[in-house]
């Protein structure tokens, strides 16, 4: 049995794809979404094995002249012969072989079983365990006198022997193993183990896969994480056009960030961000501060908690000083701070969930970050909360991807967090407001190396709200082709559909290019009519653009979009092309 054991866990090895994505970008925060310390590329995933069918040979030699019942039984069970059992199909003590799945065995009665039609019988077993969460199953047929026509097929199912890391460098074995939420001499779920991967590969500066072993005693299982890391720290710099025309489209950034702070997995990084005369200057405009029309911090803390569920800590300071005639003197500051709790639920075979709790504290006195042009005399406070549920899943070429959340403010926390306040930011607003949002993406494979990448977001409230909080189109990540925030809104929705060409290497420089196509479209709308605002209704793009990566350190990002709809009243639907660059260690 141990040969049989040793050929079947060989090929078992479940790749960190199935613990996809659970590090959406913070909802109802874009300015944080815009300014946020660039993450670290992960580490390139590793394919999983290629699941290969049991080479039992399908024989047609006879096994039992006429069959006269199946027990199904533990492995550990006696195996002394018994009587015939009061129905002709059963399973002792396996409650995942249930009545249903018995049935389909109800044809083979009073026939001749063949060594083939056995081989079949096991197969179905095995993946029966499999569909229900217990990939790690040994499924045989034991000496036995057959004489009787009642054949008995044993159930081995594998329990933890202990879980060791290998290959691990720059982070503790202890850290590894502890984050592997399994217990010795216990079933090995594969919930637990894509929730186990879910966290360890939630850091971007290692990759880790699953491997089963042999354990040391009969019917156990060794989890081996197989680790591939490097020292978790990252120093970046970068470019891109993607700032509002007031406050300039070229915008630098630099940052840097580490991933295991004191030993204990936490993730650190800081980034700041200017529009291009932090390096070139400003004209002398009378009255007006000498300094770049743009510059951000932006810090972010992330740190997971021993029974799984993790933390973070997000803000955001940002100062804008437009060029523009009547803002002497006026300075545009905005301000955040967000917290946030990870709950993570049990996992669904391959498919992870959590809720994630949340609280964004904002202060800002412009509207100049959202498109605007506006500095007020006075400050506005957010106090909101958040609750979200988000699940995921590996696909055929990469992950689906769904969240829904509800953020909700009760206002009067503060002296600035009143009706009269919001009024003078937008006409309408109240600081007592709701509203819901649904995010969905999936990755599909054509064939042919070529895959269909598509998102979209909806959004919808009863209330006129913030900049902060409203739907904007425009902008990488939206509607690509017109300008970021071109169009704000309170309810809307946005589709991004791009097909991509095989990627292609270059050399053997690990290189990847990947060229792409898109179509992407979206619209807003406002909850009273706001004269002052640009509405232009549905607004589409078509484009083509390329991708490429060199290891983790250059990510290169070229965009050329084609307004379909002028985003203004006789407005111009010229090309718009997007840069973005960043280099790393």
């Known amino acids: 049995m141990k040969a049989r054991y040793a050929n079947r866990i060989s090929r078992l090895t479940i790749a960190s794809c199935i613990a996809a994505v659970m590090q959406s970008p913070p909802v109802a925060a874009q300015a944080w979404r815009d300014l946020a310390p660039q993450p670290a590329p992960q580490a390139p995933r590793s394919a999983s094995s290629p699941s290969t069918s049991e080479t039992e040979a399908t024989s047609a030699r006879i096994a039992v002249e006429r069959l006269a019942g199946l027990v199904f039984a533990p492995a550990h069970a006696s195996t002394a012969a018994s009587p015939m059992p009061r129905a002709r199909i059963v399973a002792e003590g396996l409650p995942v072989l249930d009545a249903d799945f018995l049935q389909r065995f109800n044809a083979d009665l009073d026939k001749p079983l063949t060594f083939g039609r056995l081989a079949e019988i096991r197969r179905a077993v095995v993946e029966r365990y499999r569909a229900a969460g217990k990939p790690l199953v040994d499924v045989y047929v034991p000496e036995q006198d057959v004489s009787s026509g009642i054949v008995r097929i044993d159930v081995a199912e594998f329990r933890l022997g202990r879980v060791h890391a290998s290959g691990n460098t720059h982070f503790s074995s202890r850290l590894l193993e502890r984050e592997m939420p399994l217990e010795p001499g216990a079933p090995i779920p594969q919930a637990a183990v894509t929730s186990g991967l879910a966290v360890l590969n939630a850091n ?82 009378e009255g007006r501060p000498n300094r770049a029309r743009f510059t951000a911090h932006a810090l972010s803390y992330t740190a997971p908690l021993p029974w799984l569920d993790s933390i973070e800590l997000f803000g955001v ?17 905005s301000e955040q701070l967000s917290f946030r709790y990870d709950l993570r639920l ?83 607003a109240t600081a007592r407001y709701i509203y819901m949002q649904l995010t969905a993406s999936r990755a599909t494979a054509l064939g042919a190396g070529f895959a269909l990448m598509t998102s979209g977001t909806f959004q919808w409230t009863p209330n006129t709200l913030l900049p902060s909080e409203e739907m904007g189109l425009g902008g990488e990540t939206s509607v690509r082709g017109y300008v970021p925030y071109v169009a704000l809104g ?8 791009e097909l991509r060409t095989p ?62 709809r002028a985003p203004t009243p006789n407005g111009s639907k010229a090309p718009m092309v997007l840069l973005y660059v960043s280099i790393g260690t």
Do not use: M
């Open 204 to 285: 971007p500066y290692r990759h880790v896969d699953v491997v089963f072993a042999p354990g040391e005693t009969a019917n156990t299982t060794d989890v081996v994480l197989q680790t591939e890391d490097r020292l978790p720290l990252r120093v970046s710099a970068g470019y891109d056009n993607e700032g509002v025309p007031d406050l300039g489209r070229d915008r630098f950034f630099a940052g840097i960030g580490y991933g295991n702070l004191f030993g204990l997995d936490q993730q650190i990084a800081y980034q700041f961000t200017a529009s291009n005369d932090f390096f070139s200057g400003n004209p002398d405009i």
């Open 317 to 333: 300071y940002a100062q804008s000083t437009p060029r523009l005639p009547d803002t002497y003197g006026q300075t545009g500051i």
């Open 346 to 428: 049990p996992s669904i075979r391959d498919t992870t969930q959590l809720i994630q709790i949340g609280y964004d504290f904002k202060r800002s006195n412009n509207d100049l970050e959202f498109g605007g042009s506006q500095v007020f005399s006075s400050n506005t406070h957010v106090h909101q909360f958040l609750l979200l549920y988000d699940i995921s899943k590996p696909t055929d070429a990469g992950t689906a991807h769904a969240a829904a959340s509800f953020v909700a403010s009760p206002g009067g926390l503060d002296g600035n967090n009143n009706d009269a306040a919001f009024e003078a930011a937008r006409q309408g």
């Open 490 to 497: 309170d309810r809307g929705w946005n589709i991004q559909t």
């Open 503 to 564: 990627a292609v290497s270059l050399g053997a420089s690990n290189a990847v290019v990947q060229p792409f196509v898109f179509f992407d479209a979206g619209r807003v709308w406002t909850t009273i009519d706001q004269p002052a605002e640009n509405n232009p209704g549905l607004l589409a793009s078509v484009g083509a653009g390329v991708r490429v990566q060199w290891s983790r350190f250059l990510d290169l990002r070229c965009t050329y979009g084609v307004p379909l």
